[in-house]
């Protein structure tokens, strides 16, 4: 009866291993595709600043063209106006001469003005703009490592967890079908997907719940399947399962 008992703990914390080993294959597999699809989201934002900011700078760039070249028309007036300067035939064209050329000159201020503020938009814009590029070639890079993350792994993966599925299999046919279901509900039970777990430390690996003195001389005798108070997962000893048995 004792021998019984311990080979079919043995056998089920053999086909937990297995499972532990294509639960943390699935794992890796379940979250990198998770962050490769958030790289793409994220660059396809930045992606949408990086033009909105190039649109941006265009557009300023255009505007400081367009003001330089009021302030040359400006300047164009009044050099023909101080030019007729001379010619005008009475007082009032010479009035009216020096009203337009101080007018010119009170655009040409106005156009001076509006141009040093493009100046401090175009340098602030294209900090940011830079910023936003330098944003973007980071995130690509770390889509790129992610994708070939991930197909490193898929393809790597592919053939060990097809192999480990098939050892569970086979490990499961050796176990009688009352504990294999108890297993399979306990598994889907667990948070981390293990049902059958050993005492470390005088507490349960699973739930990390201290198991009591007498429950632990009980486990060690292999007379019965014996469960975890707080978390139902079964335990079993150090000593059963690092003999070598299991592989
Ligand atoms: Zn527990």
Redesign the pocket.
Known sequence: METTIANKLKALYKLQALHTQIDKIRQLKGLLPEEVSDYEDKIVGIKTRVDQLKNDLDALKHEFDNTKNLIRASNDAVSKYQSEVGSVKNNREYDALLKEIEIQHLDIQLHQKRLMKIEGDIVNKTSDYRSAQTDLEANQKYLIIKKDELDKISAETQAKEKELTQLALDAGRDIDSNLLAAYTLLRKKAKNGLAI?TVERDA??????H?PAQQQAEIRLHQRIIV??????I?VDEGLVSEGAIT
């Open positions: 777990v349960c690996s699973g739930c990390f719940n198991t975890c108070e707080f978390c139902g997962r335990l």
